[in-house]
């Protein structure tokens, strides 16, 4: 098994996720499966993989679009991590979508969760290589920042569990209190947008 981790700053961030995840959904960790080749595994796929990217699947696999385990499908609230083995497939829609609504913002878009709409919640890198988390609606359009950096996305995340802002409802899926949630994201990611509207 291959256990030796991409080592970032942000590795610690989503072990502490991980942690917190487990005091709802003891199971959830180890249902995301272990990376076979570390962060190797994703570069081959994407040359330039942001550092979030390299981070969390060189600790994971990801989830399968076919889990059926309410406790177990969703990294936040509504979306699933991608699987590694469906990563170049979800990039193919993403792709699409934005090829669809006619995207010229420029920069990179890398998808980090999705759901069973084709929604996203994406890792855009500028082309001056600033990164913040966006979330495109497949329906509606643009992307909108939701984090302010890679380590706000998963500090933010971290506080959500803290605050107890997150919890399981009675069909054991990922729940979350909308006004808790939006309070503690706007305070730790004054420039995203998202959670000002």
């Excluded at 979800?90 to 669809?100: D, F, N, P, R, T």
Aim: proline letters at 5%; a negative charge; hydrophobic letters at 35%.
């Amino acid at each position: 098994m291959y256990t030796h981790s991409y080592a970032h700053p942000i590795s610690s961030q989503f072990q502490t996720y991980l942690e917190l995840s487990a005091g709802f959904r003891p199971d959830y960790p180890a249902s995301l499966g272990t990376s076979t080749k570390g962060s190797a595994e994703i570069t081959d796929l994407v040359p330039d993989a942001p550092d979030l990217l390299k981070v969390i699947y060189s600790h994971v696999a990801g989830t399968r679009s076919g889990e059926e385990e309410p406790s177990l499908i969703e990294f936040i609230p509504g979306y699933r991590l991608i699987h590694i083995a469906e990563y170049e497939q979800e990039m193919q829609v993403l792709a699409g979508i934005l090829e669809e609504k006619g995207y010229s913002g420029g920069g990179q878009i890398f998808p980090l969760l999705t759901n069973y709409g084709s929604d996203f919640i994406c890792l855009y890198r500028s082309d001056e290589g600033n990164e913040v988390i966006c979330d495109l609606l497949h329906d509606y359009g643009d992307l909108v920042v939701m984090y302010d950096s890679p380590e706000k996305f998963l500090e933010t995340l971290c506080e959500f569990y803290k605050q107890e802002a997150y919890f399981l409802d009675e069909e054991g899926y990922l729940d979350c209190d909308l006004v808790k949630e939006g309070e503690i994201g706007a305070e730790l990611n004054p420039g995203a947008k998202y959670w000002s509207e």
